[in-house]
């Protein structure tokens, strides 16, 4: 049964939602304040390189982004410690991680120049870091899936994480694939959609007491 009655740490699940919203703005209005730039066909890096005229709004936008999505899921690792499985709570670890990763490692190497990267340091390091995430945030939704499809009480959790690994692949297949006028269409699929999505997703279940379920014997 879902709790009725909220704590503190329910409370930050919501902090999860806020995060996705300041995300979401940055990429949707920081565009505007870069002169030329093609949503559909550019990165959501581009936005934020060292050079972009669009830094300063992304900053201002995605304020709430990296400071509220550490929050909530350090307290989703808080709320699960003991509940779930050790598969579930493995996955939802290993994304933690990934979140981590993901705000100091692009906080520290934004790409050094718009439209493409270069091979300085800093692009090279941008590339890792990138390469880092992704590799972390698939094998932590595929635990999740395997921990959530074994319990029946975890199935829409699980299949939350099957979504959004869906969307990661149509997103590194599509940038892949398609034409170079939608790189910036399918790259979103991953970063935005996927990514952050299911970081608010975890908020929401954190928030309405529906990760404190289960203790595992």
């Given at each position: 049964m879902i709790k009725s009655k909220k704590n503190l740490v329910n409370w930050m699940g919501s902090?999860?939602?806020a995060s996705f919203v300041s995300y979401a703005a940055a990429v949707i209005f920081a565009p505007s304040t870069y002169p030329g730039y093609d949503w559909m066909s550019r990165a959501v890096s581009d936005l934020s390189a060292a050079n972009a005229?669009?830094?300063?709004l992304w900053h201002q936008l995605a304020a709430a982004y990296g400071a509220a999505g550490l929050v909530c899921i350090m307290a989703v690792c808080i709320a699960i410690q003991g509940k779930l499985n050790k598969t579930l709570r493995l996955g939802v670890y290993l994304f933690a991680v990934m979140f981590w990763v993901s705000i100091i490692g692009f906080g520290m190497f934004p790409l050094s120049q718009s439209g493409g990267t270069g091979t300085a340091f800093q692009d090279i390091a941008h590339i890792a870091v990138t390469a880092v995430v992704v590799l972390l945030c698939i094998a932590s939704l595929v635990l999740i899936m395997i921990g959530g499809y074994r319990k029946k009480q975890f199935v829409s959790l699980a299949i939350c994480a099957t979504i959004a690994l869906v969307l990661m692949f149509v997103g590194a297949i599509g940038t892949g694939v398609a034409p170079s006028e939608y790189f910036g269409v399918f790259?979103?699929?991953?970063?935005?959609?996927?990514t952050n999505g299911?970081?608010?997703?975890?908020?929401?279940?954190?928030?309405?007491?529906?990760l404190?379920?289960?203790?595992?014997s």
């Open positions: 902090l999860g939602i005229p669009s830094l300063a790259q979103r699929f991953s970063n935005l959609i996927a299911f970081l608010m997703i975890l908020g929401i279940y954190l928030f309405l007491g529906k404190e379920k289960e203790v595992e």
